[in-house]
């Protein structure tokens, strides 16, 4: 367990739904700021209807561990900025906050009244991060997406996939990567006011995130006038690679020849490829021009194999493979149990879950040990809230509100300790 | 005068400015991760093997000089020293260059520089090591490529045609994830180093890789216990359609946005039809045999701003060539002309009052010296 300090003192209102904008609220929280997860008491976070479903009862709303796991590190608070009232408390937060985070399409906070202008007209100081899809401004503005649409948008959906199948797009990984390039521009704008005193608006434009996380199809054709296209498992600088069957449902491994000398070892592993000609197979080309019959000869080897033994057998002889890991084996991973990646967290109407902690580990004079290099893993430092948990805690302590002012707000519905009426609530749940 | 000008230049030289980095590690990742910090302003070094960066050589353009244009797309703007570190001096070159930095960022897995580890940097305030397994794990030891590592890491299995083979993503996202990872640890541990004392950091590849997926785990406990069945679901329902002149993909992640598509698509009797729908217990290809006439018949441009319209998430599904002239990133000037020719993708931050500045062409391949 590492204590990390680089958001310590940093106050931050985390207005993000779904994935990449509440993603990056959690990681600030991890790393020490004070984060206020905010939603409308009528209109919560999407993640809440992913991965829970109403027949998990009255607060099925609560249940969704993609939003749980989203949401660590944060306390909440209910407030509707639809609402005269929720406004004003809003803008008081924003007086003492220092950053504002948003990853809605970009009419919504406007609508409210919320742009950068307006924010930094109450408090100059002010960070806010906005994730818009496609920009702030332009034709597309008000377009709505997800990192599935993003990922297609940026171009890494064509590539993926098997040649002769569909584009298949990596279904949504954009979004935390989305967040992490967050972090590192939140880093750069508040050194960047620790020097000025100035604020800043940064645009994160998830679509142009995942361009530029895979420029290789627009530089080549750029260039050369080619599309790329889809590969499958297959690499031109490899060869054989693949994915292949195993003993079991749904279970493959993965391996990668990357040159002769892993050739050789394959072949002193399996033994040699019938009715092949070895002198071909002793190079890149000859193994490229026999795929087809490689990927039958090692499917034919692998069928009836346990993946996970398989991989350790050619990782022993020195061949990169690995057994596919499916999400029903994700929880049992020896290398991430053993590196202590997942961590036990008790939630008060779900109970105990492992979530995913951070891939940072340390190993100085804050934890771990320097020897192994083993490191002190980040971790998160407390559950995900329950809707509008920390109403009171947060109106009193950071707006010195008294009771009976939080008691009326209660009464209008602006704030709200559970969810008030809305078309999302018959939302018929769902999964990403 | 001097007061006045001063924003100015700060401006100029943008929100990290006298933030030192130095690089280790060739291909993608850690030089994907210079970018990022050179992007908002940092001064980054960048240390090759005596051959140069492997991607210098690197198809379309790429030659034994050094200019492939991935190359010059992540390396741009920074300053190159290459150095044999076997040779005399040549380690305490790169450990002298290291000791007068910020931040060292080192690739000890497949972009590894043969001969510097982490330890070159001994004396370094912030160090950021990138291994392909970690050492502490069962896997420690294993060798990695690409497909390897996605496998481990939970990026295959999702994927694919219900009756074919489970397929990687394409392109090497994963390595840009870990060199988007990397520099979040470097520059969060720089920033935590307000005591002055050093920051070392582990990372490795596949918890990185790992750390993207949609929390499938959680998802499939839930999943489970309401006796739902999951299977691949990359592709979202419908997923990607043909229209007339391209592909479209349309993602529906709610019920909502199931219901309108089925309004718009003129299919009414699907629209209640989500869960099962996803879930395989409707009739899939019978939807697909109803709808598919309706997207043929329309342009990729049309098919988007009718969903659109409805609120349906629809989004073309660019190539290399059709990229560039996507309006958002057409409007935007969002791809950029390269030294070479070519078109690189802009920042993908923008910081209103810091924009980043134009980072010039990547470094040429040096001998034995700093080239800046």
Not at chain 2, 349 to 358: K, N
Request: with cysteine; hydrophobic share 40%.
């Amino acid at each position: 367990m590492a204590e990390r300090d680089a958001f310590a003192g940093l106050r931050v209102l985390d207005l993000g739904t779904f994935w990449a904008g509440p993603y990056l609220g959690s990681l600030l929280g991890a790393m020490g700021a004070d984060v206020v997860k905010v939603e409308g008491p009528r209109r919560v976070d999407g993640f809440r209807f992913l991965a829970a479903f109403p027949q998990q009862g009255s607060r099925w709303y609560e249940l969704s561990g993609l939003f749980q796991a989203t949401n660590l590190n944060k306390r909440g608070l209910t407030l509707d900025l639809g609402t005269d009232e929720g406004r004003a408390v809003f803008e008081r937060l924003v007086a003492g906050a220092d950053v504002v985070i948003e990853n809605f399409s970009p009419r919504v906070v406007e609508q409210f009244g919320f742009g950068y202008p307006a924010l930094a007209a109450v408090n100059p100081r002010i960070v806010m991060v906005r994730m818009p899809g496609y920009g702030l401004e332009g034709s597309w503005r008000d377009f709505v997406g997800f990192g599935n649409s993003f990922e297609y948008a940026g171009g890494i959906g064509w590539i993926t996939g098997d040649p002769d199948g569909p584009p298949l797009g990596p279904g949504g990984y954009a979004d935390p990567l989305v967040a992490m390039h967050g972090v590192l521009a939140l880093v750069a704008a508040l050194r960047d006011r620790e020097r000025t005193g100035r604020g800043q608006l940064i645009e994160l434009v998830q679509a142009e995130v995942v361009a530029a996380m895979t420029p290789e199809p627009v530089l080549h054709h750029a260039l050369t006038g080619e599309v790329l296209g889809r590969t499958g498992s297959r690499s031109a600088e490899c060869a054989p690679q693949g994915v292949y069957p195993c003993r079991g449902e749904d279970e493959w491994l993965a391996l990668t020849v990357r040159d002769e000398a892993d050739w050789k070892r394959l072949v002193a592993v399996v033994g040699e490829p019938p009715g092949l000609p070895a002198a071909r197979l002793s190079t890149l080309e000859g193994r490229r021009a026999e795929h087809d019959a490689l990927d039958r000869w090692l499917s034919a080897w692998t069928r009836e194999r346990d993946p996970a033994a398989t991989a350790a057998l050619l990782q022993e002889a020195g061949i990169p493979a690995a057994k596919v890991l499916t999400p029903a084996a994700m929880y049992g991973d020896p290398q991430l149990t053993a590196t202590g990646y997942y961590q036990a967290i008790e939630h008060p109407l779900s109970g105990v879950r492992r979530y995913p902690a951070w891939p940072f580990r340390y190993h100085d004079g804050h934890g771990g040990d320097p020897g192994t290099g083993a490191g002190a893993r980040l971790t998160h430092r407390f559950r995900s809230p329950l809707l509008g948990e920390h109403n009171e805690e947060i109106l009193r302590g950071r707006l010195g509100m008294s009771l009976e002012e939080i008691d009326e707000l209660r009464r209008r519905g602006v704030i709200s300790e559970r969810m008030l009426g809305t078309d999302e609530e018959t939302d018929d749940g769902g999964d990403t | 005068m001097a007061e006045a000008s001063r924003p100015r230049a700060e401006t100029a030289e943008g929100p990290l400015h006298g933030v030192r980095v130095v690089e280790i590690g060739q291909d993608i990742a850690v030089p994907y991760a210079g970018r990022l910090l050179r992007l908002l302003g940092a001064e980054v070094h960048k240390v090759e093997p005596p051959g140069g960066d492997r991607l210098r050589r690197h198809a379309p353009n790429g030659t034994a000089a050094g200019a492939g244009a991935l190359f010059r797309y992540l390396n741009a703007g920074k300053s190159s020293l290459t150095v044999d570190p076997s040779g005399p001096d040549g380690h305490a070159l790169i450990a002298a260059l290291c000791a007068d930095v910020d931040l060292v960022l080192v690739d000890e897995g497949l972009g590894a520089v043969a001969g510097l580890g982490a330890d070159v940097a001994d004396r370094a305030g912030a160090v950021v090591r990138l291994v392909d397994f970690a050492a502490d794990g069962p896997y420690g030891q294993w060798q990695a490529s690409d497909l390897v590592l996605q496998a481990a890491a939970g990026w295959v299995s999702p994927r694919g045609r219900a009756d074919g083979d489970p397929v990687p993503v394409g392109g090497r996202l994963g390595e840009y994830a870990a060199g988007t990872y990397i520099a979040v640890a470097g520059l969060t541990g720089w920033r935590s180093q307000v005591d002055g004392s050093p920051v070392r950091v582990l990372v490795d590849r596949m918890t990185a890789v790992f750390n993207t997926v949609a929390f499938d785990m959680l998802r499939r406990e839930t999943l489970v216990e309401l006796g739902y069945t999951q299977t691949r679901y990359t592709a979202y329902i419908p997923g990607p359609m043909a229209c007339a002149d391209g592909m479209v993909a349309v993602n529906c992640l709610t019920g909502q946005h199931w219901q309108d598509l089925c309004t718009l698509l003129g299919v009414p009797e699907y629209a209640d039809k989500y869960v099962e729908m996803r879930y395989d217990r409707g009739d899939m290809a019978a939807f697909y045999a109803a709808v598919r006439p309706w997207f043929a018949e329309m342009t990729v441009a049309e098919t988007v701003e009718l969903c659109q319209a409805f609120r349906v998430p629809a989004a073309p599904i660019t190539t290399g060539a059709t990229a560039p002239e996507l309006p958002p990133f057409r409007e935007r000037g969002f791809f950029v002309a390269a030294p070479d020719g070519g078109l690189h993708p802009g920042p993908p931050f923008r910081l209103r009052d810091v924009p980043a500045r134009t980072l010039g062409d990547a470094p040429m391949l040096s001998q034995g010296h700093s080239h800046g």
